[in-house]
């Protein structure tokens, strides 16, 4: 029976507020953003320096870190919507390294399916140049290119990308989790649409609340760090680490910019507080998509 759209699913759905109070999901995310921040940084100042190997190589690491690191917190979320005592982190590392391949392999079944399909479709558009059949057959391919690769393109949004994660976080493996992408895919794409709509919706609630308690509580901090207190500090410096720019950034686009112990410290500071921004709307997202799994797959759910 196809899932429907209930006020327990969506209560569960609003659940995900509670990840939030998850402490060590938090503490692993917010690890997670800063050591693939701080490696993204480096990947910018070798590229920086023309030093395009070293560039590469500290973005494939800050990928991987956030990879893995999303997988551990993803795991660490499971346990918290199955009822379950969440583990430790490093006990979640530990299985995320044994895991989370299966997300790779999950993903590229479905990259390589939507190869196909566009091989396919690009084999037709060739066709197009045939004297005879060529304007009829574009005529026809038309409509069906642009539904096809629309669709495409929204199931990825709403069901390969948020639902492959918590499906492999449960314990399924990759057989299990293409028959749940392909089973609602044919049959519960709307429901599934329905259903992350609510979480997108309630992750922008989060993300619009934090943003106002960033920009407020900033500016206060700046009135009196700065003009109260009469540190010789540029205002937009202490703003600017708030939302995640540094001094490289503040300099080419001209603001003033403070190369003082102060102000490295005004915008260390700030970018730790752009990373909690961050953690506290990603926690809910990858709650919700855990809500969504499990109001798909009930028996996880009863599986206590």
């Known amino acids: 029976m196809q899932p429907k759209i209930s006020l327990h699913t969506l209560n569960r759905v609003l659940n995900s507020l509670e990840a939030v109070r998850n402490g060590r999901a938090l503490w692993a995310l917010l690890a997670t953003f800063c050591m693939a921040g701080l490696l993204l940084a480096m990947a910018e100042s070798s590229l920086a320096k023309a030093d395009g190997p070293w560039g590469v190589i500290w973005a494939g690491l800050a990928l991987t870190t956030a990879f893995y690191g999303i997988n551990t917190t993803g795991l660490l979320i499971m346990d918290q919507a199955l009822g379950r005592p969440v ?18 392999l999950t993903l590229l079944v479905v990259v390589l399916g939507a190869i196909l399909g566009l091989g396919l479709l690009l084999g037709l558009l060739w066709l197009v140049r045939l004297p005879v059949v060529g304007t009829p057959l574009f005529g026809l391919l038309v409509p069906v290119g642009v539904v096809a690769l629309g669709v495409a393109s929204f199931t990825v949004a709403v069901l390969v990308g948020p639902l492959t994660g918590p499906s492999v976080w449960a314990g399924q493996g990759v057989h299990a ?11 519960g794409l709307l429901d599934v649409a329905l259903l992350m709509g609510a ?18 509580g900033g500016r206060a901090m700046a009135l009196l760090a700065v003009w109260v207190v009469g540190i010789d500090l540029p205002p937009q410096q202490l703003m600017a680490g708030l939302f995640g720019y540094g001094l490289r950034s503040l300099g080419a686009a001209g603001a003033p910019v403070a190369a003082t112990p102060l102000g490295m410290a005004a915008v260390v500071g700030g970018g730790l507080v752009f990373a909690l921004a961050l953690v506290l709307p990603g926690l809910v997202y990858l709650s919700g998509c855990c809500a969504v799994y499990l109001s798909l797959k009930p028996e996880e759910a009863d599986a206590l």
């Open 87 to 104: 583990r430790d982190v490093q006990d979640a590392f530990t299985d995320a390294l044994g895991s989370a391949h299966r997300v790779l």
């Open 199 to 216: 979480v997108l919706v309630l992750t922008a609630l989060v993300s619009a609340i934090v943003t106002f308690v960033v920009m407020t």
């Open 177 to 187: 989790t293409l028959q749940l992408l392909w089973r609602h895919w044919r049959g």
